[in-house]
């Protein structure tokens, strides 16, 4: 899936505060540093808002670039699906049905406090 030269480049990227290369292999995999000179396998759980599956990742000595979801939500057809699910159930709560209820201050009632007379 990934070469030497993309661990290169991510590591020389890791360094800086914005970079479209990170952002884009950060949105279907995670980076996950490591020194392991052998493989080693590790219990992950799965970054899909929602889900708590935890699946089994295999580390590669050099390779940081590890998949962010668990087997079931490996498509972003599977995980949009998901997440409509979610949305659907009743006790969910919904940020697009949330409203400002408080309007913010008015200039006049913060004049008049800090006026003296
Ligand atoms: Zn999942």
Do not use: W
Request: net charge neutral; proline share 7%.
């Amino acid at each position: 899936m990934s070469t030497g030269n993309v661990e290169k480049a991510i590591l020389a990227e890791m360094g800086k505060p914005q970079s479209g290369l990170i952002d884009r292999v950060t949105r279907h995999n995670q980076i996950f540093l490591h020194n392991f000179t052998q493989s080693v396998e590790r219990s992950c759980e799965c970054q899909l808002m929602g889900c708590t599956q935890s699946f089994d990742l295999t580390l590669i000595p050099n390779q940081v670039l590890y998949p962010k979801y668990c087997e079931e939500h490996r498509s972003e057809y599977r995980r949009s699906n998901f997440m409509r699910q979610i949305a659907a159930q009743p006790e969910i709560y919904r940020f697009d049905t949330v409203k400002v209820i408080s309007e913010p201050a008015p200039p006049y009632f913060a004049a008049r406090f800090s006026d003296p007379a």
